[in-house]
């Protein structure tokens, strides 16, 4: 009998998401949970490894990144949601205008898959650099960083 842990099981079923998602979609809706200067998660990299179209909040954000501005398609670039809809759906049916999306891939290198010393990495590079003093916490990180939904 084979016995696996939670952990091994939680894998496996991820991974398994994660390739019927590659299998059947073209978009990844990539909302952030915050709109950020600068924040931009996994929701974003991890669909563009895997070749698929992320559906961002603000085109600002990513590009402010550098990232390439035709890898990703914004929310703030349309009218509507209506209008949105309309465009993937038509995207869904056009493969050459899909394929546009990918061009990046000529001149970029494809994200690696998320690994487990990614954070480790960052906080050695954080202790690493020169100390930066934040007075005012709040300040900061909502009224400078972040767009408030009230």
Known sequence: MVSMTATE???ILSRFTEITVRASHRFYIAFENSICKDY???KYFLRMSQ???PVVFERKIPEDLGL???SFIALDDFNSIRELGNYLNKLRYDDYSYSRYFAWTKTFAKPI????DALCN??????NQSKMEIRNITQYY???QCNNFK
């Open 122 to 127: 960052i906080c050695m590079d954080i202790y």
């Open 113 to 116: 898959l998320y690994r487990s």
């Open 9 to 11: 099981n939680f894998r």
């Open 142 to 144: 909502v009224e400078n």
């Open 68 to 70: 390439p501005s035709d």
């Open 40 to 42: 931009v998660t996994e």
């Open 51 to 53: 070749l698929l179209v």
